[in-house]
């Protein structure tokens, strides 16, 4: 039964491979809203650990800014929470960085903090 589900497969992935065929292509435009653009993400924030990433990148979605966190992975498989192991950077497209900055300079002075 193995060696039959493994003939199969290896015989799909190899056609698959060979020649695929544009109906099966998937543009990145429609998986990731880039298109053929090229964004360039530059960090805006570096947070301290992941939670304080997430609620950062969700303020920053609210106002209809897209971000993505980028942190070092292996802070994420040992549970680290502090530290330079823990700090996740939050990225935005440049060309929305200096909105994103207004947009948590806003938020710092909303909670009393010094900008």
Avoid: C, F
């Avoid at 964004?39 to 990148?57: D, T």
């Amino acid at each position: 039964m193995v060696g039959a589900l493994w003939r199969w497969w290896s015989a799909w992935w190899r056609e698959a491979e060979s020649s695929p065929d544009e109906a099966s292509q998937v543009k990145a435009g429609v998986t990731t809203g880039g298109g053929d653009d090229e964004v360039r993400w530059v960090p805006v924030y570096v947070a301290a650990n992941r939670l304080e990433a997430e609620v950062v990148r969700g303020r920053l979605e609210s106002e209809e800014i897209p971000a993505v966190l980028r942190g070092e992975a292996l802070g994420s498989v040992y549970g680290l929470t502090h530290g330079p192991l823990a700090q996740v950077e939050v990225l935005v497209p440049e060309e929305l960085l200096e909105r994103a900055e207004q947009v948590l300079d806003t938020v710092a002075v909303e909670d009393g903090d010094e900008a």
